[in-house]
């Protein structure tokens, strides 16, 4: 697929309205007179060369009906791009749409440059791309001034919002590497395509879960097509997240899919440690994370204190250390020392739990604090 949108490219830097307080991102943009697509047949006449996947083109007042007017109770999140809703697609919608739960992402309307031209990168790339670990875009709508995206509905949200969550059960250490191995899956995927993809924007935001805590990649509005034949990188605007974007790709502009590798090891730095790629409330050494981290990795003495202490220690020494180990190797400051993403999946699929062998040591663990209730209870009443 080629860029549909080069001519778009931007020259100046500023901060996303995307980006959260503690996770600004970097960006840089002009203003471009160049015409975006305002209509349905527009959006398909770009999508013509590449796409493998049928989209839905909805009407703006179908997703009214899908997503009760918009009601603010179903609200699922929202960002710099504007709110993301619950929705779902009755039978009799449109003859031909079967009924489903969907998530309706509805960019803020105005009018902006980079709104318009990440909501068609997302069209684009999900539109031609299909794997287990990206989330499935169902259709969109380009309606007036309206930009909306409509995919599958993911259960459980975000990774962050589960990992950092203060009001869910901390997460396993088998459910992190399940984790894990699906991004890295899905990243592999997209290194690997046929015509390459960098995802730029890999973070535990972006990384959508399901009821049964299978991982898939969501948002791509910042994904570049990679370099082909004999170049290593492309040169490209600056975009990206602080705290997960790869230095190098900060200081020179140059993206590979190391960028996105470098950015993985962030995010399994998060899931080993607990702890957010910046968090401007802890002491001043540790607000980044890859800074306070990477030296106690590699001494095996030492980076077990790293590891997340809501898991209390119930995990497995050998595949924490694997994990630690990998982590580092990603955070490697030479792009080219980095393992492949699909290095990283051989690495990751041995420190996969079987689910029913998960399941019963949680069923054992349970029955074990019931045995050690019901013997101090005897204990007491004996006592007394």
Known sequence: ???????????????????????????????????????????????????????????????????????????????GFGSVYKGFISEDLREGLAPLPVAVKVHDGDNSYQGHREWLAEVIFLGQLSHPNLVKLIGYCCEDEHRVLIYEYMARGSVENNLFSRVLLPMSWSTRMKIAFGAAKGLAFLHEAEKPVIYRDFKTSNILLDLDYNAKLSDFGLAKDGPEGDKSHVSTRIMGTYGYAAPEYIMTGHLSSSSDVYSFGIVLLELLTGRKSLDKFRPAREQNLADWALPLLKEKKKFLNIIDPRLEGDYPIKGVHKAAMLAYHCLNRNPKARPLMRDIVDSLEPLQVPTEVSTEKTMLTIISQVSDTESKGKEDAQSN
């Open 1 to 79: 697929m080629g860029n549909c949108w080069c001519r778009w490219e931007t020259s100046i830097y500023r901060v996303s309205t995307n980006a959260k307080p503690d996770q600004p991102q970097l960006v840089k943009q002009r203003n471009d007179d160049s015409k975006l697509p305002s209509n349905p047949k527009e959006v398909e006449d770009l999508r013509r060369d590449s796409a493998a996947n049928p989209l839905v083109a909805f009407t703006f007042n179908e997703l009214k009906i899908i997503t009760g007017n918009f009601r603010q109770d179903r609200v699922l999140g929202g960002g």
